[in-house]
C-alpha cells in the first residue's frame, strides 16, 4: 500500500485492519499528479481607505480593501485545487518548474525546497496543503491530529492614530466587536505616553479584558522602511515592569530580534508578564536559541514567513520546552490555515489549553476590518458569541472564494 493511500484512510479515521479490503480500489489507483500552477488575482468588492504605519520611519502607509489580494493555485490530473497566499510571475515560473508533474503528497519533501526560497514559497506550500487535505477529503486540522473545534483570536491593532486617546477608542472598538482580547502597539515616542496608552485601556476595558502590547523594536525584516527607533535595556525594563503592574499578558519584542542576551536578562525579571516575539524568524535554529537562552515564553510564529511544516517542527520543540507558539497574522489564507494550527497543538491535545489568545487576526476599523476582510470567503468563519473562531470543517484549508470574484489568472 503506497503512503498517500495510507494517509487518505488514516485521515478518514478507518481503523488498520480495514485498509486492505476497504481501500482496495484506492490502492491501486494512479497518484495525483501536479498538472499546473497559476496565480489568481481577485477583484476589490470595497476599499476601506490607506493608514499610515506610525511605527516605521518614514511612516508606511498601506491600503486597506475587502477582496484585491492574489493567491496561489495548484490544479491537477484528477480535479483538486490548492489554493494558497499569492506569488509574482517570476516566482510562479520557479514553481512550476520544480512541481509540475509531481505528486502533491510529497509535501514534506516539497517544503525543504520552498524553505530555501524565502517567504514566496510559504505561498505554495499552504496551497500544497490544502490540496492534500481536498484530495484526503478533510480539513487540515484532522490531518494534522485534531485537538479544538474553536480558537480564541485576539483583535490586533495597528497603533494608527497620533493620539492616546485615539487608540484608546480603538481598543474598546475591538472588545465592542466581540474580541475577548487585544493587542496595542507601543510605538509612541515617548515611555510616558506607551504606559499611559495600555493604563487607559485598562480602565476602558477593565481588569479581566486580556491585553497585549507589540513593541515592534525586533527589527526590519524584508522591508526596506527603518523602524523609528529601538528601546535599549533600561527603556525596556522599565516600561515592561510598569506594564507587568498592568496585568499584561505579554509583551511583544522589546528588543532586537537577535539580542539573546538582552531577551534573556528581561525576561528573568518578569514573574507574571511573559514576553513573545519571533514573528519574522525563518530557522528552526532561531527559535530553539530563543528557548535554549530562555528569551521568550510565546513564540509568535507565522506560517506565511516559515511554511506549515517548519511552522510544525518549531510548535513542537517548544511544547518539549514547555513554550507556546501563538500565530502572528499574515496574508489571508495563511491566517485561514493559523486557525487549523492553532488548534492542533499539543498543548490542545493534553487539555492544558487556557483562556488566553490562540492566534492572531488584525482588527482596526475601519481600516483593517476583520468582519469586513473576511466577508470575502463564502460561508467563512466568523466571531461566536463568546469570541471564537471556528475551525472549519471543509476540506483542507475549508474556506471558498466565489468564482465571480476572480478578476483574472496568469
Not at 68 to 88: A, C, L, R, W, Y
Not at 102 to 114: I, T
Not at 365 to 392: N, R
Request: glycine share 10%.
Amino acid at each position: 500500500m503506497d503512503r498517500r493511500t495510507l494517509l487518505t484512510a488514516f485521515a478518514a479515521g478507518l481503523p488498520a485492519f480495514a485498509l486492505p479490503g476497504t481501500l482496495m480500489a484506492q490502492s491501486v489507483a494512479p497518484p495525483l499528479r501536479i498538472t499546473d500552477i497559476k496565480v489568481a488575482r481577485l477583484r476589490t468588492v470595497r476599499d476601506l481607505g490607506v493608514y499610515e504605519s506610525r511605527f516605521h520611519e518614514p511612516p508606511a502607509r498601506f491600503p486597506a480593501r475587502v477582496g484585491g489580494f492574489t493567491m496561489t493555485e495548484i490544479h491537477t490530473d484528477q480535479g483538486p485545487v490548492g489554493i494558497g497566499p499569492g506569488i509574482d510571475a517570476q516566482q510562479l515560473e520557479r514553481a512550476k518548474e520544480r512541481l509540475i508533474g509531481r505528486d502533491p503528497f510529497d509535501v514534506g519533501l516539497h517544503a525543504r525546497w520552498l524553505q530555501v526560497q524565502g517567504r514566496w514559497g510559504t505561498g505554495v506550500e499552504i496551497a500544497l496543503w490544502d490540496l492534500v487535505g481536498k484530495a484526503c477529503n478533510q480539513p487540515l486540522a484532522k490531518l494534522w491530529g485534531g485537538g479544538m473545534d474553536r480558537v480564541l483570536p485576539y483583535g490586533a491593532t495597528l497603533g494608527i492614530g497620533d493620539g492616546v486617546a485615539e487608540r484608546i477608542r480603538c481598543a474598546t472598538q475591538v472588545r465592542n466587536d466581540g474580541f475577548k482580547a487585544v493587542k496595542m502597539r507601543s510605538s509612541f515616542p515617548t515611555m510616558r505616553e506607551d504606559i499611559a496608552l495600555i493604563e487607559g485601556v485598562r480602565k476602558a476595558l477593565g481588569d479581566d479584558f486580556v491585553i497585549l502590547t507589540d513593541a515592534n523594536k525586533a527589527g526590519p525584516y524584508g522591508a526596506a522602511t527603518q523602524l523609528l527607533s529601538l528601546w535599549d535595556y533600561p527603556r525596556a525594563i522599565e516600561t515592561a515592569l510598569a506594564y507587568q503592574d498592568l496585568g499584561l499578558y505579554w509583551l511583544e519584542e522589546p528588543l532586537g530580534r537577535h539580542d539573546y542576551e538582552g531577551l534573556a536578562r528581561l525576561r528573568s525579571q518578569l514573574h507574571q508578564m511573559r514576553l513573545a516575539g519571533g514573528e519574522g524568524n525563518t530557522a528552526l535554529s532561531e527559535f530553539r536559541t530563543y528557548v535554549d537562552q530562555g528569551c521568550y515564553d510565546i513564540l509568535n510564529t507565522d506560517c506565511s514567513v516559515v511554511g506549515p511544516t517548519l511552522y510544525r517542527q518549531i510548535e513542537a520543540m517548544a511544547f518539549t520546552h514547555n513554550r507556546r507558539v501563538v500565530p502572528h497574522a499574515g496574508h489571508i489564507l495563511a491566517v485561514v490555515c493559523h486557525i487549523h494550527l492553532a488548534a492542533t497543538q499539543p498543548q490542545a491535545a493534553y487539555g492544558t489549553f487556557d483562556l488566553t489568545p490562540h492566534m492572531e487576526v488584525q482588527h482596526n476599523p475601519p481600516f483593517q476590518d476583520f468582519h469586513q476582510i473576511w466577508s470575502i470567503f463564502a460561508d467563512g468563519p466568523k466571531l461566536d458569541k463568546e469570541g471564537y473562531l471556528p475551525v472549519p470543517k471543509r476540506p483542507g484549508l475549508g474556506v471558498v472564494i466565489p468564482a465571480d470574484l476572480i478578476e483574472e489568472r496568469f
